[in-house]
């Protein structure tokens, strides 16, 4: 892909203060895209907004919130309209699900779910009128296979998920696309602490920002970061639920997210805590 690959293309990612969404930005923003970034912390969006390069933008967003949303929008679109809305922003609470509390659970519906939600209801009426657009959605492979100790983040995310293929059916022949992104366990803060899975390495956040950024270019309805979970996650319903839990077990996928270093995730719990 040449530096000027995406010239021209006005992009808006949410939750691009740090990890995945900042590296996304760096990745567009070196293809020659126009970068919007949102974050609940306008300082953190300000000084990723310095790090992705000039003219890069910079606005203040709490996904969960529609007005909050709705006014990113209006300042990610004073100049142009989008080509592309990234619904990155989400939160990862781990451990048993009954030692959260509700307002966790709560929270994580509300950026995971409703952040997306929100989003492609404010960025799709231009992109159909205009016919092109594209949405991506940050799901997770855990969207799409049980983790214990994850069980409102994997229900949050499979949620995503279903949204994004029905809104790639329902809104089929608009000329908006529409892209769901899975990644598996990714080194960044929302996997402080833990151990990680067997025999599948974790990827790094520019691992996920090329695959994006690819996507971009080329529009493609799923993407699986690594590519090889991607067979093995479609392939596990036909293995029956006996085989796929011994098969989890042995990746250790069934413990990660309940024997974890709390001590080690507790600067990322304190920000989960605070985003109420």
Do not use: W
Request: hydrophobic share 40%; glycine share 10%; with cysteine.
């Amino acid at each position: 892909m040449s530096p000027t690959a995406l010239h021209g293309r006005r992009i808006a990612i949410t939750g691009a203060g740090r990890g995945i969404g900042l590296a996304t930005a760096k990745s567009l923003h070196q293809q020659g895209a126009t970068i919007v970034i949102g974050d609940l912390d306008i300082e953190t969006a300000t000084a990723a907004a310095d790090i992705v390069g000039p003219g890069t933008h910079a606005y203040p967003v709490d996904v969960s919130n529609y007005e909050s949303f709705a006014a990113f929008h209006k300042q990610a679109t004073a100049d142009a309209p989008l080509d592309v809305l990234i619904n990155n922003a989400g939160i990862m609470p781990i451990g048993g699900f009954l030692e959260q509390s509700a307002d966790t659970h709560r929270r994580a519906v509300e950026i995971n779910v409703m952040g997306c939600i929100n989003g492609m209801q404010l960025a799709l009426p231009a992109m159909t009128e205009r016919g092109s657009g594209h949405i991506i959605n940050i799901a997770s492979s855990a969207g799409k296979t049980p983790v214990p100790g994850g069980l409102t983040y994997c229900g949050t995310k499979a949620a995503v998920i279903a949204l994004t293929e029905t809104a790639r059916v329902e809104f089929a022949g608009t000329g908006v696309q529409f892209t769901c992104v899975m990644p598996a366990f990714t080194n960044t803060e929302l996997i402080a602490g833990t151990a990680g899975l067997k025999f599948i390495p974790a990827v790094e956040p520019e691992d996920v920002a090329r695959a994006i950024t690819e996507a971009v270019a080329r529009p493609t309805a799923d993407v699986f970061v690594p590519k090889i979970i991607g067979p093995i996650l479609q392939t596990q319903p036909l293995m029956g639920r006996r085989v796929r839990d011994r098969l989890n077990r042995e990746l250790g996928a069934y413990r990660a997210f309940l024997d974890f270093d709390k001590q080690a995730r507790a600067e990322y719990q304190r920000r989960i805590d605070e985003s109420r």
